[in-house]
């Protein structure tokens, strides 16, 4: 599993887990994770769940005891902007800094990098993709996608196969998470036994709470050097009840757009003062109006075609 030199000479007689768990950077990792991802209790007491039992298996081995090597594939459920690629790409961390992969990157695929569209195109797209994520996490979003059974003709079964085989034979330094909406996550591994039975660690990302994503603005705002008024605080609180009702919700990420749109209003809003001083105050606030010109108040999901009907 480690080439981790320590693991080769004479076993020690005991083991510091506190001492391991720093050293390898975990704790550091985890608080890393609290910065910045808002709420998500149970996915982040599961991720310290699976570290305990890393730092754990790694001190087995440290006092020469034979210890098999964890499952360490896994699967990420939950709604579009719910930290699933954040938690991945500290997850990876978590396995380079104890030595479960040697490179700890993340590389992200989905059906188009690993399916091709003719004869002996998919193998070399999925092989590809492999070799760019061996040493570290292979990250598969939507991976449901995959799977079509309803076109004989489509090669991704051809793509699961070859994903079987290499997370069998290098489960030791590559690690492969697939991601999804929850329920569409279920009928993909019920369609896939083998795949199922691969993948030990199953993760749910719940959807944030209205005060989560308040929370979330927030801290994205403080990150780019702004604020909302008094005013502003209380519209955008209004705005995130009204858009968790609309189509097309993606949590955290929409709560990012939302931001940039009302920034970008903002930027207009003051760009239309041209002749007067502008405050450096001024133009780190948003102001109410820059989010009530929203067309989520008429109801509306934006960025979408007006005359586009809501689904």
């Known amino acids: 599993m480690s080439t ?7 076993p020690a007689e005991s083991v510091d887990l506190r001492q ?3 050293r390898a950077g975990v704790q550091a ?23 305990a039992l890393l730092v754990v298996n790694r001190a087995r081995e440290l006092v020469g ?18 930290g699933k690629t954040t938690v991945a790409e500290r997850m990876s961390k978590i396995l380079h800094g104890l030595g ?20 002996g195109h998919t193998a070399p797209k999925t092989r590809e993709m492999l070799k760019r994520a061996m040493g570290g996490v292979l990250f598969i979003d939507e991976a449901y996608y995959l799977y079509r059974p309803e076109n004989e003709r489509d090669y991704g079964a051809e793509a699961i196969e070859i994903l079987l085989q290499v997370m069998e034979s290098n489960r030791d330094d590559l690690v492969v998470i697939f991601a999804g909406y929850k329920e569409r996550m279920d009928v993909f591994y019920q369609s896939n036994p083998g795949l199922s039975s691969r993948v030990a660690n199953h993760i ?13 603005a927030q801290l994205i705002l403080a990150d780019e ?5 008094d005013e502003a605080m209380a519209a955008f609180a209004d705005y995130i009840q009204r858009r968790m009702q609309l189509p097309f919700f993606a949590n955290a990420r929409s709560i990012r757009n939302a931001i940039d749109r009302a920034r970008m209003r903002q930027a207009n809003r003051l760009f239309s003062r041209l002749g007067s001083a502008v405050a450096k105050l001024d133009l780190m606030t948003i102001e109410a109006e820059d989010i009530t010109a929203s067309r989520v108040f008429q109801g509306e999901v934006e960025g979408l075609d007006p005359a586009r009907p809501l689904i």
């Open 4 to 10: 981790d030199p320590a693991l080769h000479s004479r």
């Open 20 to 22: 391991e768990y720093e």
């Open 29 to 51: 990792v985890l608080d890393e994770l609290d910065r910045e991802l808002v709420g998500l209790k149970p996915v982040k007491a599961r991720i310290r769940e699976i570290a």
């Open 65 to 82: 005891l034979d210890t098999a090597p964890p499952s360490l594939h896994m699967s990420f459920t939950g709604r579009p902007g719910t």
């Open 100 to 119: 479960y992969v040697r490179r700890g990157h993340v590389v992200t695929a989905t059906r188009d990098d690993l399916v091709g569209q003719y004869i």
């Open 204 to 216: 749910d990302f719940p959807d944030y709470s209205a005060e989560e994503l308040l929370a979330i």
């Open 225 to 229: 050097n702004y604020r909302f008024s």
